[in-house]
């Protein structure tokens, strides 16, 4: 009776193996395809593009051609950098784009120190406007934004010393520079936030060691506390770089003139009509590019638009998830 | 030196206030100042002049014209609150879904990370603009662009919806679900952040709990629902407010908004436009807010 009783609790504890096992291998296949197919979704335009920018306009036609070009060229890169004037566009860009990031960087790091660490009157009160910052549409700021910057002024000094209406900062750099250094430039208000939540979870008893040290509340937070924040740093200076990048906002209301690549490459399709038929060498009022041709010099500009940040990624992707966890944006 | 006097408590403060002051300047110069302003102008005709602009002051009549008068700010306002309405569920629900898979342990973990994320990095409505008037370009007109659009996603979605009718499930929720499948690469790309955000929360959930449960004979759909869910709860209140703003960048509002401003140079008439916007955008995150703050779980 016994022995038959472990036996069939035998067969009982072995199906259940053989149901968990099967179970699990069946979710985790699962799981594999999921994880293909999106992941396939999201690199597929690129892939896309990067085979559009080496195929020769011959194999545009061929409808045997799927991804992988017969006849490789790189004309088309040729000639979307000549229409994009691209080294001179990428170095523009990237200068401006890194100067807002570290500025915007800064200001928020010592906005978000200020309201981690001190009490001083008003500070939930100001917090919350750090909120409304985040929350209030950029385009509610739009109009008064530009008249301000159209003629800037600080307190009435440029009228003061030249007696003209202040100074015209459209289409330069400055205004987005401006906003970014005193932490109210483009999504500036999350930068604060995340610091503030970082520095929050930081332990206070550090602080203070150094205070009785006799280190000044400068001097801590330059000696230790940004050491110890390289976290939100990274995270914040990714946001802000990418961000900044690809923003059309700003870039269209305050530099629609600049040579920044998200002007540039709004603009790319039309230039691309315009300019591809000199190009090619065709001649006469009427020369038009064939558009399937033109729409290949498109796609190859916008991926070389986004190439910079491709590489780029390649290189902090590790750092990107790392960071984001250990900032405490969660907090 | 005055600065004797002071207790530590107010040279705290005021150390503080030093830390603070260059967002302060920032925020009373270039934040509050244009936003009253911005008011001023909704209730205003604004002249720009060379040196300047003139404001002449003409009560409601801006947001009567935005409300009554223009042809298209109705539509495009409702359009886009509504699509932010229904967008919210579903980049919610795949972001959270998203970060369940990937804060399993598989190989290739980490490979999968960097290629969901790539979204956040490559979300840019240059991008798109310039694809959208490729395609016009292209085609010539705006309805050919389009059709040529669904034409490549090669799928027709009406299957789905026959299969899911047939099988009982009501109407509404089937067409929900066709939406979900024929715009899933808007919701893959508009969701990295919310991705990022969850897998964080997921990862700050203490494995003892897990262990527990398993001992005690729950299964892998028990914890999620009474474990997971509750845990990050507090997040998907974040997450849908940064949705929410999210879709502002480049909603058919805002661009609606700096046309009205920058294109037909009606500056008065943006800016009641632009207050609109906000106002129905803050109804939106209130009531959303507190809907879901009433459930929310809040661990500590």
Request: charged share 15%; proline share 5%; hydrophobic share 55%.
């Amino acid at each position: 009776m016994d022995a038959k009783l472990l036996k069939s609790e035998a067969i009982v504890y072995r199906y259940h193996r053989v149901k968990n096992k099967s179970m699990a291998w069946l979710w985790s296949f699962f799981r594999l395809v999921l994880i293909v197919g999106i992941g396939f979704i999201i690199i597929r335009p690129i892939l896309e593009r990067i085979s559009v920018a080496f195929k020769s306009p011959e194999d545009i036609y061929n409808p045997t051609i799927y991804m992988v070009p017969i006849h490789f060229t790189l004309d088309n890169v040729k000639h979307a950098m000549e229409i994009l004037n691209y080294w001179p566009l990428l170095r523009n860009t990237l200068l401006f784009v890194i100067l807002t990031t570290l500025l915007a960087t800064v200001s928020s790091a010592l906005a978000g120190y200020g309201f981690a660490r001190f009490k001083f009157p008003g500070s939930n009160l100001l917090f919350a406007f750090v909120v409304l910052t985040i929350l209030v549409p950029a385009s509610t700021l739009m109009v008064p934004m530009y008249l301000h910057f159209r003629s800037f002024d600080v307190l009435g000094l440029v009228t003061l010393f030249t007696g003209r209406e202040g100074l015209n900062l459209i289409n330069t750099y400055w205004p987005s520079l401006i906003m970014a250094a005193l932490g109210v430039g483009l999504k500036s208000g999350l930068y604060i936030y995340i610091f503030r939540q970082f520095f929050r979870g930081l332990p206070k008893e550090i602080e203070e060691a150094a205070l009785i040290d006799g280190a000044g509340g400068i001097r801590t937070f330059l000696t230790i506390m940004l050491p110890n924040s390289i976290p939100p740093i990274i995270t914040v200076m990714l946001f802000a770089f990418v961000w900044q990048y690809n923003d059309t906002f700003y870039a269209s209301l305050f530099m629609n003139n600049s040579e920044l690549i998200a002007n540039s490459i709004a603009a790319l399709p039309a230039n691309v009509n315009q300019k591809l038929p000199q190009l090619l060498g065709i001649v006469g009022t009427e020369a038009r590019a064939d558009p399937n041709h033109a729409a290949m010099i498109v796609d190859t500009g916008i991926l070389m638009a986004i190439a910079p940040l491709i590489i780029m990624y390649l290189f902090v992707q590790r750092y990107f998830v790392e960071s984001v966890e250990r900032t405490g944006v969660v907090g | 030196m005055i600065n004797r006097r002071l207790t530590l408590t107010q040279r705290r403060a005021l150390l503080g206030i030093f830390f603070i002051l260059p967002w302060l300047i920032g925020f009373v110069f270039l934040f509050l100042t244009p936003l009253i302003e911005s008011v001023r102008f909704s209730f205003s005709v604004l002249q720009v002049t060379p040196d300047g602009f003139t404001l002449a002051f003409n009560g409601i009549e801006n947001f009567r014209v935005a409300l009554a008068v223009d042809p298209e700010f109705n539509r495009v306002l409702t359009q886009s609150v509504l699509e932010m309405v229904y967008d919210v569920p579903m980049i919610l629900f795949f972001s959270l879904f998203t970060a369940t898979l990937l804060n399993q342990k598989f190989r290739g973990r980490s490979v999968a990370r960097a290629i969901f994320f790539l979204p956040v990095i490559l979300a840019s409505g240059a991008v798109e603009a310039a694809q959208v008037s490729g395609l016009i370009q292209l085609t010539g007109s705006a309805e050919a662009a389009q059709e040529l659009e669904q034409q490549q996603m090669g799928f027709d979605p009406m299957m789905v919806v026959r299969m899911l009718g047939n099988a009982g499930i009501p109407l509404w929720f089937v067409e929900y679900i066709a939406e979900a499948i024929t715009r899933i690469y808007e919701i893959i790309s508009s969701s990295g952040v919310q991705i990022l955000i969850f897998l964080a929360a997921l990862q700050s959930v203490p494995s003892s709990m897990y262990e527990v449960a398993k001992i005690d004979g729950a299964t892998a759909y028990e914890s999620f629902w009474k474990i997971t869910f509750p845990m990050v709860s507090p997040l998907i209140l974040t997450n849908v407010i940064y949705t929410i703003i999210d879709s502002f960048a480049d909603s058919p509002v805002t661009q609606r908004i700096y046309q009205t401003a920058f294109v037909s140079q009606n500056f008065g008439l943006s800016a009641a436009m632009a207050w609109l916007y906000t106002i129905a955008v803050s109804l939106l995150l209130i009531i959303i807010g507190y809907l879901i703050s009433k459930r929310v779980f809040y661990y500590n």
